[in-house]
């Protein structure tokens, strides 16, 4: 098992940055990639960024490209989400996901394991 804590998130203003990060506990060994996904209200979990944990190879959404950028640590167990020039439509819970297998990286249905979430509000 792997536990997920996210840390981060909160209010900003349009136009601002903001940083989130995961960290990992339990069996990170077996951890093959992590991502972060978010959901706004009434809407469907939708992917944000995925990085390799071994290599670091990145993915990003197409909203999220040249805006967002994800990092890890492996020797911390921590992924990082640098957000910057958010806009009101970024505003949403985000999660910290882990899988284990080899395999795409963009669907919830690919993560094994998810953190409780973090709010993130981008005021107008």
């Known amino acids: 098992q792997v536990q997920l804590v996210e840390i981060g998130g909160g209010l900003v203003p349009t136009g601002g940055s903001l940083s989130l990060s995961c960290v990992a506990s339990?069996?990170?060994?077996?951890?093959?990639?992590m991502g972060w996904f978010r959901q706004a209200p009434g809407k469907e979990r939708g992917f944000v960024a995925a990085?390799?944990?071994?290599?670091?190879?990145?993915y990003y959404g197409d909203s999220m490209k040249g805006r967002f950028a994800v990092s890890k640590d492996n020797a911390k167990n921590t992924v990082s989400l640098v957000m910057n020039s958010l806009e009101p439509e970024d505003t949403a819970v985000y999660y910290c996901?882990?899988?284990?297998?080899?395999?795409?990286?963009?669907?919830?249905?690919?993560?094994?394991?998810w953190g409780q979430g973090t709010q993130v509000t981008v005021s107008s």
């Open positions: 996901a882990a899988k284990r297998t080899i395999g795409g990286v963009t669907l919830t249905t690919d993560y094994h394991y």
């Open positions: 990085i390799l944990w071994s290599g670091g190879r990145t």
């Open positions: 339990g069996n990170t060994g077996s951890i093959y990639s």
